[in-house]
């Protein structure tokens, strides 16, 4: 883990204003919910869900290989 680039984050995060966190909420709904942030229903998930069983992941997760220890898996 890089402390130093975890301290630099809550930093920047510690020192927003209301309206730049405002900005950073909005555009990661734009991003990350384009359909709009309410809670939805989605038929297919529905389907599956009761499908699903939580324990069938019961292995630790494979370990990363990525040079900088930050890729989508470690994170």
């Given amino acids: 883990m890089d402390h ?5 984050h809550i930093e920047t995060i510690a020192t927003r ?3 730049e966190m405002r ?7 734009l991003h ?4 709009g942030g309410p809670d939805r229903s ?3 998930a529905t389907e599956w ?13 494979p370990g990363c290989s990525c040079d900088s220890g930050r ?3 470690c994170n």
Avoid at 4 to 8: E, T
Avoid at 23 to 29: D, F, G, M, V
Avoid at 32 to 35: A, I, K, Q
């Fill in 49 to 61: 869900l009761p499908l699903w069983d939580a324990n069938a992941f019961d292995d630790p997760a």
């Fill in 17 to 19: 204003t209301s309206t």
């Fill in 4 to 8: 130093d680039l975890l301290a630099g």
């Fill in 23 to 29: 900005q950073l909420i909005w555009t990661l709904q």
């Fill in 71 to 73: 890729c989508g898996l």
């Fill in 42 to 44: 989605e038929p297919a």
């Fill in 32 to 35: 990350c919910w384009p359909t």
